[in-house]
């Protein structure tokens, strides 16, 4: 792979913002999903799937995107590959403005931007051949690969670990490892420049998990590519990731980069994910940061809470966090944290608090405070023993921080 395609990975922690120009840039994206009743089928309402997600992603670099499900991951994922159309904010790409893009102006970018679908099996037409599937690209797009369209049907076959002479088998003679190589060898057709992978290797078997993500991370540094990598697993995120958001109910609550995420994580949302990732090393079991069992459910995005839309299972939630809704704002280099109170806030620079930076952003951002509602009654305390520790790191530095002292979570 030459340099000028594939730029370094960023050091972990560095927390620098140095570098080409984003391939990716989100501003403020929103999806919401009208909800029709009656016999003239009126708006009653809509699924706010997706709320104001705003993030760039630079060429060479792995995003990931981790969260409950219900959070809108899958969407954001097809919103940005434009496959729904956004009911507000700006998509770029490339440094054009590709937000509401028809079919006609979208055909040239579809040859750099692609997507891998979750599931192997329907993603897949039974009907078709596998050298149909992989070649349909070149067909959509009118390009004539050099030596032949079967001939460079093989060599991705082969580039994904299949046996070229499985040019002219059907679907269902594959596993579902297979298959999933095989919708990666069709993203790939076109030598695209961002892909994104929606939970690409969940449908899989553990073995099979490991060679598709190490296949996908071989391919970006042949093809020097660029990856949005959705998934439920934080070990196979650690694994890809270079940054990693932290999504819930349509909103994005951190974005960091691995070392500080994984390490020291400031929304007690996220902090909560990884003490809930076992601990395959006998030998640092007995190091177990305590385990945080959140309490109740994710709340309907038909109508999210007010303020702080994770207050309702937070055990740090206050009032504040009921009617002032947190912007996402760096409260550390390179890290950034949508909470009142995050965690971890001991090790900031002297001089300003944490709680005090982050209500002086809320009253520069809410301009019009939002009208006064009900409040559900936050969590308590939530459930704790030892069972877990997020992987790769070492006892949490501030397991139990002193709550806030206007606290009614407890």
Known sequence: MSDNVKIPRQAEGSGTDTGPEPLLKVEGLVKHFPIRKGLLRRQTGAVQAVDGLSFDVRPGETLGVVGESGCG????????????????GRI??????????????MRPLRRDIQMIFQDPYSSLNPRHTIGTI???????????PEGGVKKEVQRLLGLVGLNPEHYNRYPHEFSGGQRQRIGIARALALKPKLVVADEPVSALDVSIQAQVVNLLDDLQDELGLTYVIIAHDLSVIRHVSDRIAVMYLGKIVELADRKSL????MHPYTKALMSAVPVPDPRRRGTKSERILLKGDVPSPISPPAGCRFHTRCWKATELCKTQEPPLIELRPGQQVACHHPENAADQAPGETVLASARQAVEVVSATPKAAETPEEPAGDPARNTAGDPVGSGPDPDPKPDPEPEDTGK
């Open 134 to 144: 992989v070649s349909a690209p070149f067909k959509l797009q009118g390009i004539e």
């Open 73 to 88: 991951k899958s969407t954001m994922g097809r919103l940005i590959t434009r496959l729904l159309e956004p009911t507000g």
């Open 262 to 265: 994984y390490e020291s994580p």
């Open 92 to 105: 770029e790409f490339g440094g054009h403005d590709i937000t509401h893009l028809g079919v006609g102006g």
